[in-house]
């Protein structure tokens, strides 16, 4: 989740671009001004899930920065030819191993000042066997009075699983929006 | 909302890029074999709203491609540096011209094929004066009944719309996730 680099060259020709407002546009884009390509850069997706397990939450401990160390609900960039479920499943399989059945959208977080939309599935495990992969050192179950929220790794994680512990306990899962 | 072209050089320094699949990744990327950089290509957000009026619902009749002439629900592309509801609010000033209110977020539908996930607001209108820009030949409220619905130009307008009207028989408005 590094930031993204200005475009400095066309992506069609490899010609320097010009920073100009195309016409009918409303805002600067990356122009060539040998092929006339317009480069549009635009929010990206970050997809994840809640896998619960009784009253337990699967939290992975990173092993990437940033925020190494920290601990995060697993998620990761959406990739194109997949589903945001589908996105959100995958990530949980390569981060912890979980083995999950997918539950509704649970929270849809805008995280404007990087130009991110985070979304996070309800999953519960169909067991308690986890696989952490390579960004990941470590995969446990928390209970809430459990949760280490001093090194929650991400704000988006930590507003995530408030809300799945305040719905729990109301006896009802709900839909959450929010901008960061 | 055209379909992308494939990268051929590099962003950071015009180099022709290679499509290889770097190190502790999983699918091919453009890698420049210059400088290193790494081009990811991700899924696009597409945000709009459902602007009403007691028991109508506004609609553009596109002065653009695709869908020349065809009616939708004001909605594009989320741009850096707004939320999805503030690029939802946007468009639809934008398209119609309208004045809105932004309610919750009604519906969010994956397309993969086109790697898009559109996403629809709620929007009561504050008024009926409409003010269409460049991209809308017309824009007019309609009754379910008279919805042209063989003349919508999108799929997930359609079913964003079944919702609407859906939702508004039962009194009480839902949020709706399609994958198409
Ligand atoms: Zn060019
Ligand atoms: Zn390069």
Redesign the interface.
Known sequence: MTER?K??????????VNYIVPP?DA?PRAVCPACG?V???????VVGTVPYWQDQVLLCKRNIEPRFGFWTLPAG?????????QGAARETDEEAGAHIQMG??FS?M?V?RV?Q?HMYYLAPLTDTVFNPG?ESIEARLFREDEIPWDEIAFRTVRETLKHYFEDRRKGAFG?H?L?L
Chains 1, 2 share one sequence.
Not at 39 to 45: R, S
Request: net charge negative; glycine share 8%.
């Open positions: 680099d475009i400095k060259h066309c992506r069609a020709c490899g010609t320097a009918d805002r390509t480069h549009y850069e635009n929010p990206l997706n960039f959406m990739e194109l030819g997949e589903t945001t479920a509704p959208l849809l805008n404007m130009g939309v390579p839909f929006t901008d």
